[in-house]
């Protein structure tokens, strides 16, 4: 049932319109057929070529603790994710002036790069109630209906939370908590982050994510 509704969501975000490259993301059949046609070898040479293992390490899984790791994230979340930093619409200097030498062919490529690699596994924990149920007092659906049974993504948007870094976890959140990050389309993260104290976000960053590396 609720897969049903999330497909039926996802199915009236479609436009017929071109290739999203705007500041508004919007999805589209071109679009969804550009990210389809992403080549993962093809990935492999762009991100050389853009050093994005810099940062994101060379099979996408960071070593700094405020850096996402994005092995094995959704191609079609990666994909929004670099055009709202090349217009941004996802308002972060680093991204955007990497972004913006990126073709929509390139970062199509590099999305099905990274999805191919295998995601860091964190270590089974307890479930998290907010993850599993939610709460129905604050109107709070739970972090599994978009975001997919034990945080492993689900659908164009919404990607995996499993393996994330709790400091890049808990900066994002309270971005959008704040509206720094208002690159959700419908607030519909902002609202959510909104209802949450600082103390359940930290909470839920160490119910997925990998523990922060010791100091060295
Ligand atoms: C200098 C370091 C650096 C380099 C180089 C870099 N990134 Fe990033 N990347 C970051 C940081 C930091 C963030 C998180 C920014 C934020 O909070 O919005 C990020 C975020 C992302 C995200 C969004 C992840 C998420 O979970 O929302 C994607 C996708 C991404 N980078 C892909 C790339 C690609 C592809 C390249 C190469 C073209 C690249 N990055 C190069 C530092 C870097
Ligand atoms: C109604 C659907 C929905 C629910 C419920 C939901 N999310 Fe999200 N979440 C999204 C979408 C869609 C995005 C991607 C927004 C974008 O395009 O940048 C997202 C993004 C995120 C991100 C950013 C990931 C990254 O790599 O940058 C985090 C963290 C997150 N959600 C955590 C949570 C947590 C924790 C909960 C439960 C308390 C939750 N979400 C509930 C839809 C949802």
Redesign the pocket.
């Known amino acids: 049932m609720k897969a049903r509704i999330a497909m039926i969501l996802a199915a009236s975000l479609l436009t017929l319109d071109a290739v999203a490259d705007e500041p508004r993301f919007k999805w589209s059949y071109d679009t969804l057929r550009l990210i389809a046609s992403g080549d993962p070898a093809r990935g492999e040479a762009v991100?050389k070529e853009?050093?994005?293992s810099?940062?994101?390490g060379d099979t996408g899984i960071s070593d700094e603790d405020?850096?996402?790791s994005?092995a094995g994230?959704a191609r079609s979340y990666?994909f929004k994710?670099?055009m709202d930093y090349k217009h941004s619409t996802?308002d972060?200097k680093?991204?955007t002036k990497?972004a913006r030498k990126?073709t929509p062919e390139e970062m199509a490529d590099?999305s099905a790069f990274y999805e191919a690699q295998a995601p860091e596994q964190p270590p089974g924990r307890e479930p998290h109630k907010l993850a599993t149920e939610g709460d129905k007092s604050r109107l709070l659906l739970s972090c599994d209906v978009c975001h997919g049974k034990d945080g492993v993504g689900y659908g164009m948007e919404s990607?995996a939370l499993a393996g994330q870094k709790p400091v890049?976890f808990l900066?994002?959140m309270m971005a959008f908590r704040e509206g720094d990050r208002e690159n959700d389309a419908y607030g519909r993260m902002r609202f959510i982050a909104n209802q949450l104290t600082e103390d359940e976000i930290k909470a839920l960053a160490a119910y997925y994510s990998m523990p922060p590396r010791p100091k060295e």
Do not use: F, V, W
Request: hydrophobic share 25%; proline share 8%.
């Open positions: 991100a853009h050093k994005c810099k940062c994101h405020d850096t996402p994005i994230q990666q994710q670099l996802r972060e680093t991204m990497r990126l590099l990607p890049y900066d994002t």
